[in-house]
């Protein structure tokens, strides 16, 4: 049994989500193999697509809103000719093109070049109707199973990156960098409508969330033969960060406020634009991550702390090297690198 005072399964695991299974099913996997308890995650990938899923336990959970809202990357494939009715390889059959001249066959990613830069930047997109956008508290996906189709609003997304990898009639693969809401189906059956064929997606892969990166991302079999599980905080590296002395930091659990200059007696005017900070409590030459706070006119206010018995630990309790050790620890290395 776990000595629940001086362990605690808190941290992220990036894991390389196999196809066939739901993200949810994924975490609940993750989850049971580092006996946590409680998870999520930081974006939803449908059971078609594969890649990065990162897995928040612990308190890592608290703060994977902050990723939730990050831009992702995928690797997407296409098949011109063809539209179903979900936007990808799972769907009915809903119209199909005539097969094109050998002449428009070879001069076909041409055409896909040329397209390209009307969709980048900031475009309007109508989200598919198999999705799990809420409608009187349904997904969309519960009313087009039951035949059921709404006419849809258009909403601004952002692509900064739209990238053709390989094209060759009737199949390309795209490289897709997106801004939070930007729906790849959509993208691809946009593109197919443009040049006039129609198309839907038969593979998508997330390669990158936020700073977070596939290379770093581990299988479930790795997983469940050696996790390796990143801090709380580096879901948040983005984010400036102070620290604080034990006084201040006691303070700040206690829900006080606390003046930034009180912390940075000098130059704490360079971070007065920031309104969210990342803070530490510094002992014994080592800096432990407490939480998130806001900023208001250079006072701090407790926004999302870690729960009381971790900081309790931290800040009363002493350094205990096997504990921080660890690395389903909430030890933070204070480095700057976006892991």
């Not at 999705?131 to 199973?145: E, M, N, Q, V």
């Not at 700073?211 to 948040?236: F, G, P, W």
């Not at 530490?280 to 702390?305: A, C, I, T, W």
Request: proline share 4%; aromatic share 6%.
């Amino acid at each position: 049994m776990r000595n629940e005072k001086l362990r605690w399964t808190d941290g992220v695991v990036l894991l390389d989500k196999p196809g066939g299974i739901s993200s949810q099913k994924a975490v609940t996997m993750v989850k049971h193999a580092c006996q946590a308890d409680k998870a999520g995650h930081t974006g939803t990938l449908d059971p078609l697509a594969t890649g990065l899923l990162a897995v928040c336990l612990g308190e890592a959970t608290k703060y994977s809103q902050d990723l939730f809202n990050a831009d992702k990357s995928y690797i997407a494939t296409l098949l011109f000719g063809v539209k179903t009715d979900t936007g990808d390889a799972e769907g009915k059959i809903i119209a199909s093109a005539e097969e094109p001249s050998e002449m428009l066959k070879e001069s076909f990613p041409v055409q896909l070049q040329h397209l390209i830069p009307r969709f980048m930047g900031k475009i309007s997109q109508v989200p598919p109707m198999y999705s799990a956008i809420k409608r009187d508290g349904r997904p969309l996906y519960a009313y087009a199973r039951e035949g059921e189709i709404f006419e849809l609003e258009a909403r601004e997304i952002q692509i900064t990156e739209l990238e053709i990898l390989s094209c060759s009639w009737p199949v390309a693969v795209i490289k897709v960098s997106c801004s939070k809401g930007t729906y790849i189906r959509s993208l691809i059956s946009d593109l197919g409508d443009a040049l006039g064929y129609g198309a839907h997606m038969t593979a998508l892969r997330r390669t990158r969330i936020g700073h977070l990166q596939l290379a770093q991302a581990q299988t479930l079999d790795e997983v469940n033969d050696e996790v390796k599980m990143m801090q709380v905080d580096s879901l948040i590296t983005h984010v400036p960060a102070i620290t604080l002395e034990h006084h201040l930091a006691l303070r700040l659990k206690m829900g006080q406020r606390i003046h930034l200059r009180d912390v940075m007696p000098d130059g704490y005017e360079s971070i007065l634009d920031s309104p969210l900070l990342r803070i530490y409590h510094v002992q014994q030459s080592s800096e432990q991550f407490m939480g998130l706070v806001d900023q208001k006119n250079g006072v701090l206010h407790p926004k999302r702390l870690l729960a009381t018995d971790r900081l309790e630990h931290v800040l009363e309790q002493g350094l205990i090297p096997e504990y921080f050790s660890s690395d389903t620890s909430i030890k933070h290395h204070l480095q700057n690198s976006h892991f």
